[in-house]
């Protein structure tokens, strides 16, 4: 069975990573001229996106466990 505590922290990362995904998705739809750091801003989104995901399916398996 998993903590309340650990279930809180799991949440918090996965925050984390969607604020990510959002913040880097913005820097690369802001440059217009879609420069080398607009790729590279795109690939950190899909990257914190992906992240988040899986960090999220853990979490589900983990309460189905417990159950």
Request: hydrophobic share 45%.
């Given at each position: 069975m998993i903590s309340s505590a650990a279930r809180d922290r799991i949440k918090l990362a996965i925050d984390q990573l969607e604020?990510?995904?959002h913040r880097y998705d913005e820097q690369s739809s802001a440059d217009v001229n879609d420069s080398y750091s607009a790729a590279?801003?795109?690939?950190k989104?899909?990257?914190?996106?992906?992240a988040a995901h899986l960090v999220?399916?853990?979490l589900h398996d983990v309460d189905v466990k417990s159950l």
């Open positions: 604020e990510g995904f590279l801003a795109r690939g989104a899909m990257g914190m996106q992906e999220k399916s853990a």
